[in-house]
């Protein structure tokens, strides 16, 4: 880990949020790095329809929230310290690193504090945002069965009725569910299909008619609450309308423009934790009377992993220089779509590496490896990368 803390700043040109990021890396140190798979057979326990923390995550929320992680989120001008864009993707690198499932938790619960923050009642954003400022977790939720890739087709009903807007509909896949205490949901307020019928609102998990319930276990990303959120005949009141009514898929675009790099520094984290996991075990591993490392074909993979890493973290570096300027989806779509493949092939090649033990599920890169693969679907699948490059590569150079 000290290896990623110096690499990482090297990059990094500020001294911003240094103190903070000291007390963030100790905290990592002493309780989440060795911890992983402790957490990961603990779980997270599911009651009453909300998740709870048992040991050793209850430990970790409550430092995490004492250091005050939640407030590098929201903007000082609502209570918080919130954290540059690279003092953020410094968070989710050590995430990456030392807990995959924790860092996509943030990353739902920042792009659902940007939304919130788009919205016009100053009243209702200074509630939300003091609770998801003070430990409260909020999460995203547009995805639905007919809906995943194509946003435009979402179904989820909102239907005006005098000072409220009525719920009706379902979301699937959803991170945090059950977990966030705050939904920030992407619904139709039109009726029609296409993006300008669709709406972003932030509505609290006590609302009536609302109910949350967990999919099945996944294969990677296990401490991840993922689920599927219910609201039938939900009476949301129309201040909860975040940004104009027919805006919200374009407001909800941009928050995943930044939940892209966050997801890219979480793929480069972990790629890095998969390396040193390799990197010290070809050095003890002895065959053939020689440690694993002599073997050209050994070292050529291990270079190949480096080089991967080291160019998606530049991508990462890159899309964040673009700040608000025209390229920033691009260059973002850039570093999602180069760090999700890349910590694929570097988890594959750390498997060759390792042999036969890897492929038992205990083993620590078995449990990796698997979170790697949840990186491609997250914040779009490489397809949609893809597509969103060549439209603004087009855009652009016309
Ligand atoms: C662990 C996890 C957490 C998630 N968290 C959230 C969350 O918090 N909030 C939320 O809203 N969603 C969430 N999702 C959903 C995720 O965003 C979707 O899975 C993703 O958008 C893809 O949708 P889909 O799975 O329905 O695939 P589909 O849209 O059915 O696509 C299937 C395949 O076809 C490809 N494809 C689709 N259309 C095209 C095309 N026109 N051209 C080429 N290829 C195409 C896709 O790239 C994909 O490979 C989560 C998913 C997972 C696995």
Request: aromatic share 10%; charged share 25%.
């Given at each position: 880990?000290?290896n990623?803390?110096?690499i ?25 790095l060795?911890n ?30 004492e ?14 310290r ?46 939300l945002?003091?609770?998801l400022r ?64 669709l ?27 993922t ?50 996991i ?42 964040l ?78």
């Open positions: 880990m000290d990623l803390i110096r990482l700043r090297s990059f990094s040109e500020g001294e911003q949020d240094k103190k903070f990021i000291e007390s963030f890396v100790a905290l990592l140190k002493d309780k989440v060795n992983v798979q402790t957490m990961y057979e603990a779980g997270l326990k599911f009651k009453n329809r909300k998740v709870i923390f048992p040991p050793p995550w209850d430990s970790i929320y409550a430092s995490l929230k250091i005050g992680l939640f407030k590098r989120f929201v903007p000082v001008a609502y209570g918080g919130r954290a540059s864009e690279e003092s953020i993707y410094f968070i989710m690198e050590l995430f990456g690193y030392t807990c995959p499932s924790l860092g996509v938790m943030f990353v739902a619960h920042s792009r659902a504090v940007d939304l919130i923050l788009a919205g016009k009642d100053e009243g209702l954003k200074r509630r945002l003091s609770r003070e430990g409260d977790f909020g999460a995203i939720a547009m995805t639905e069965e007919k809906a995943g890739t194509d946003a435009s087709a979402i179904e989820f009903s909102a239907r005006r009725e005098g000072d409220y807007y009525i719920f009706d509909g379902e979301k699937i896949f959803i991170s945090n569910a059950g977990l966030a205490r705050i939904y920030t949901i992407l619904v139709n307020t039109k009726g029609q299909k296409g993006g300008r019928s709406s972003v609102f932030a509505v609290e998990d006590e609302i009536d008619g609302f109910r949350v319930a967990l999919l099945p276990e996944k294969d990677g990303l296990t401490i991840l609450p689920g599927r959120i219910t609201y039938e005949n939900c009476r949301v009141p129309k201040e909860n309308l975040l940004g104009d009514e027919g805006r919200g898929l374009l407001l909800a675009l941009d928050a995943i423009d930044r939940g892209r790099i966050m997801l890219a520094g979480i793929s480069c984290g972990l790629a890095c934790r998969i390396f040193d390799i990197f010290e075990y070809s050095r003890k591993r002895v065959q053939f009377d020689h440690p694993l490392t002599s073997s050209q074909d050994i070292s050529f993979k291990m270079s190949e992993m480096y080089t991967q890493i080291n160019a998606a973290r530049g991508l990462c570096f890159h899309a220089k673009q700040g608000n300027s025209s390229f920033y989806r691009g260059a973002s779509s850039q570093a999602k779509l180069f760090a999700a493949q890349m910590v694929i092939s570097v988890a594959q090649l750390g498997l060759m590496i390792m042999g036969g033990r890897s492929y038992f599920k205990s083993n620590v890169m078995s449990l990796l490896s698997a979170d790697a693969r949840g990186m491609e679907y997250l914040e779009g699948t490489s397809s949609i990368q893809k597509m969103i490059i060549s439209r603004e590569l087009f855009r652009s150079h016309l």
